[in-house]
Antibody
Framework: EVQLVESGGNLVQPGGSLRLSCAAS????????MNWVRQAPGKGLEWVAN????????YYADSVRGRFTISRDNAKNSLYLQMNSLSAEDTAVYYC????????????WGQGTLVTVSS | QSALTQPASVSGSPGQSIAISCTGT?????????VSWYQQHPGKAPKLMIY???NRPSGVSDRFSGSKSGNTASLTISGLQAEDEADYYC????????????FGTGTKVTVL
């Protein structure tokens, strides 16, 4: 069974840092581009970042570029998101997702992990 | 980055067909066949319904179909059913510097 499980979400103060993890099972992440997508409470989906199969290409949304770092460890079948300089606008459920088509078709999703930025 | 434009809500009766539009620019929707559609029920993760404008992943009902004309993509749901009531989002590759993906504003589908 294909499964993605995010972890690391928590309550953090403004200006703080957090590292999210996404563990995959039932398939090999090295085959696919991997993505992070977030959803603020009561709001729509926002694409955050993606990373190529071998890590040689990485792209970010304007809203997180320079503060967030996406990475992967294919040996551990895992994806990560290092988040620095967090602000209230970063409060959201963060999902990891697998791009099956390499053109944005995100078929496998995790259940999400909640990040709350508040003092 | 600006989101793609979708209607806030669309409704229909069971059995009817509805269409959801997703309007972008020549730098995203109009320039590439990299449009995908997602269904999201409350409290759940999104589900991929269509990718590359009109392709359905395995297991997705053929009542869902996608198309594109110019800078506007569309998701059509035929034979509307109660379980289709959900939020729907489009997504497109955007050829910017650097390139990125962008979601639509989202559409709430209500089955009357």
């Amino acid at each position: 069974e294909v499964q993605l499980v995010e972890s690391g979400g928590n309550l953090v103060q403004p200006g703080g840092s957090l590292r999210l993890s996404c563990a995959a099972s039932g398939f090999t992440v090295s085959t696919y581009w991997m993505n992070w997508v977030r959803q603020a409470p009561g709001k729509g989906l926002e694409w955050v970042a993606n990373i190529k199969q071998d890590g040689s290409a990485i792209y970010y949304a304007d809203s997180v570029r320079g503060r967030f770092t996406i990475s992967r460890d294919n040996a551990k079948n895992s994806l990560y998101l290092q988040m620095n300089s967090l602000s209230a606008e970063d409060t959201a459920v963060y999902y990891c997702a697998t791009d099956i088509s390499s053109t944005g078709g995100l078929e496998y999703w995790g259940q999400g992990t909640l990040v709350t930025v508040s003092s | 980055q600006s989101a793609l434009t979708q209607p806030a809500s669309v409704s229909g009766s069971p059995g009817q067909s509805i269409a959801i539009s997703c309007t972008g620019t020549s730098s995203d929707v109009g320039g590439y066949n990299y449009v995908s559609w997602y269904q999201q029920h409350p409290g759940k993760a999104p589900k991929l319904m269509i990718y590359d404008v009109s392709n359905r992943p395995s297991g997705v009902s053929d009542r869902f179909s996608g198309s594109k004309s110019g800078n506007t993509a569309s998701l059509t749901i035929s034979g509307l059913q109660a379980e289709d009531e959900a939020d729907y989002y489009c997504n497109s590759y955007r050829d910017s510097s650097p390139p990125l993906y962008v979601f639509g504003t989202g559409t709430k589908v209500t089955v009357l």
